[in-house]
C-alpha cells in the first residue's frame, strides 16, 4: 500500500461493503487517497474507476461472492495488486490475492451464528490496523490530519490563526497617547472591542487602555480630560502576530486572565486586533 501511485480502492458486497466504506473513509482521511467501489456495480461498468496504478482491498466473509470472484480475472490481467481481507483464507478469493489477510472468527456474536457481527468487527479491525500503520510509516502529523478536516473541530484549532479572526484597518481600535481620555473612550466605543491600542507618533504600541482600566481610573479620580498616556496600561502583555494559531491565542488569552489581544507587526505596529467574541464567531471555542 506504500508503494502504490494511485488510489486504494475497497470492495464488498453487504456488510463488507459497509465496512469497506468505512476503511476507504479512514484511508482517505489520514494520507491514503482511497473511495469504495460497490462490487456489483464494478462488474457493470465501475471497474473503468480503478487504474493500473490502484491496489484493491476486497472484504469478504466467505471469500466465494459471485461479485468478487467475477473481478478477479480482471485484476489479475490488468495486473492490478489484490489484497483480500476474508473470513477463509483457502477461498477463491483468498488464494487468488497477492496478500491475504484472515479476518477469521470461531462465531459470530449473533446467538443464530448467522447476521455478520464478529467477523465484521475483525475486517473493520484489520482495516483499521492498516490505516494505523499507514499514518506512521508516512509520518502523517495532526496538521496533515486537520488539512483533511478544516469544517471539525480539530481543523479549525490548527489551521485558523490570528490574521483570520483579528480586525483589520479602519476596525482596530487606537489612538496617539497624547489625547484625552474622552477621546479615548470615544474611540473605544465606536470600535466595540472593549480596550484600545495606544501608540506613538511613529505608530508604535506603548500601552493599552481596557473597560477594566477605566474602572480603575475612576475609582481614583481620574477625570476625562486626563492624558491618556498617564492612565495606560503600559507593560502590554497581550501582544500575538498574525501567523499565531487562533487556539494558542484563546491559550494565552486563559493564562492572562484577558478578553483581548493586539495583533503586531515586527516592528511593533498594531495590525490587528481581536477578543473572545471573534474566537467564539470563529468556532475556535
Same mark, same amino acid.
Given at each position: 500500500?506504500?508503494?502504490?501511485?494511485?488510489?486504494?480502492?475497497?470492495?464488498?458486497?453487504?456488510?463488507?461493503?459497509?465496512?469497506?466504506?468505512?476503511?476507504?473513509?479512514?484511508?482517505?482521511? @489520514?494520507? @491514503?487517497?482511497?473511495?469504495?467501489?460497490?462490487?456489483? +456495480?464494478?462488474?457493470?461498468?465501475?471497474?473503468?474507476?480503478?487504474?493500473?496504478?490502484?491496489?484493491?482491498?476486497?472484504?469478504?466473509?466467505?471469500?466465494?461472492?459471485?461479485?468478487?470472484?467475477?473481478?478477479?480475472?480482471?485484476?489479475?490481467?490488468?495486473?492490478?495488486?489484490?489484497?483480500?481481507?476474508?473470513?477463509?483464507?483457502?477461498?477463491?478469493?483468498?488464494? &487468488?490475492?497477492?496478500?491475504?489477510?484472515?479476518?477469521?472468527? +470461531?462465531?459470530?456474536?449473533?446467538?443464530?451464528?448467522? &447476521?455478520?457481527?464478529?467477523?465484521? @468487527?475483525?475486517? #473493520?479491525?484489520?482495516?483499521?490496523?492498516?490505516?494505523?500503520?499507514?499514518?506512521?510509516?508516512?509520518?502523517? @502529523?495532526?496538521?496533515?490530519?486537520?488539512?483533511?478536516?478544516?469544517?471539525?473541530?480539530?481543523?479549525?484549532?490548527?489551521?485558523?490563526?490570528?490574521?483570520?479572526?483579528?480586525?483589520?484597518?479602519?476596525?482596530?481600535?487606537?489612538?496617539?497617547?497624547?489625547?484625552?481620555?474622552? +477621546?479615548? #473612550?470615544?474611540?473605544?466605543?465606536?470600535?466595540?472591542?472593549?480596550?484600545?491600542?495606544?501608540?506613538?507618533?511613529?505608530?508604535?504600541?506603548?500601552?493599552?487602555?481596557?473597560?477594566?482600566?477605566?474602572?480603575?481610573? #475612576? +475609582?481614583?479620580?481620574?477625570?476625562?480630560?486626563?492624558?491618556?498616556?498617564? #492612565?495606560?496600561?503600559?507593560?502590554?502583555?497581550?501582544?500575538?502576530?498574525?501567523?499565531?494559531?487562533?487556539?494558542? &491565542?484563546?491559550?494565552?488569552?486563559?493564562?492572562?486572565?484577558?478578553?483581548?489581544?493586539?495583533?503586531?507587526?515586527?516592528?511593533?505596529?498594531?495590525?490587528? &486586533?481581536?477578543?473572545?467574541?471573534?474566537?467564539?464567531?470563529?468556532?475556535?471555542?
Amino acid at each position: 500500500m506504500m508503494d502504490t501511485k494511485g488510489k486504494v480502492i475497497l470492495t464488498g458486497v453487504g456488510k463488507s461493503g459497509h465496512v469497506a466504506t468505512k476503511i476507504a473513509s479512514t484511508l482517505a482521511s @489520514t494520507g @491514503t487517497q482511497s473511495f469504495f467501489v460497490q462490487a456489483g +456495480e464494478a462488474a457493470h461498468g465501475d471497474l473503468g474507476m480503478i487504474g493500473k496504478d490502484d491496489t484493491v482491498i476486497a472484504i469478504s466473509n466467505s471469500g466465494e461472492g459471485s461479485e468478487l470472484k467475477v473481478l478477479i480475472p480482471i485484476l489479475k490481467r490488468r495486473q492490478i495488486p489484490l489484497i483480500a481481507i476474508v473470513g477463509n483464507v483457502e477461498s477463491s478469493l483468498g488464494k &487468488a490475492a497477492n496478500v491475504t489477510l484472515s479476518a477469521h472468527v +470461531e462465531r459470530e456474536a449473533c446467538p443464530l451464528n448467522l &447476521a455478520p457481527t464478529s467477523s465484521s @468487527t475483525a475486517e #473493520l479491525a484489520i482495516g483499521d490496523a492498516l490505516a494505523v500503520a499507514l499514518i506512521e510509516a508516512r509520518g502523517f @502529523t495532526e496538521r496533515d490530519f486537520a488539512m483533511s478536516h478544516p469544517g471539525g473541530a480539530l481543523g479549525r484549532r490548527l489551521l485558523v490563526h490570528c490574521q483570520d479572526v483579528m480586525h483589520k484597518g479602519s476596525e482596530i481600535p487606537v489612538v496617539n497617547e497624547r489625547v484625552s481620555l474622552k +477621546e479615548a #473612550l470615544f474611540e473605544m466605543t465606536q470600535k466595540t472591542l472593549g480596550f484600545i491600542c495606544i501608540v506613538n507618533d511613529n505608530h508604535e504600541l506603548v500601552g493599552v487602555y481596557t473597560d477594566g482600566d477605566l474602572r480603575r481610573s #475612576l +475609582e481614583k479620580g481620574a477625570t476625562i480630560k486626563d492624558c491618556i498616556a498617564t #492612565l495606560m496600561s503600559k507593560n502590554v502583555r497581550g501582544i500575538v502576530k498574525q501567523e499565531t494559531l487562533a487556539a494558542d &491565542a484563546l491559550a494565552l488569552m486563559h493564562n492572562l486572565k484577558i478578553n483581548s489581544l493586539v495583533v503586531t507587526d515586527d516592528s511593533n505596529h498594531p495590525i490587528g &486586533a481581536f477578543n473572545l467574541h471573534d474566537l467564539m464567531r470563529a468556532g475556535i471555542i
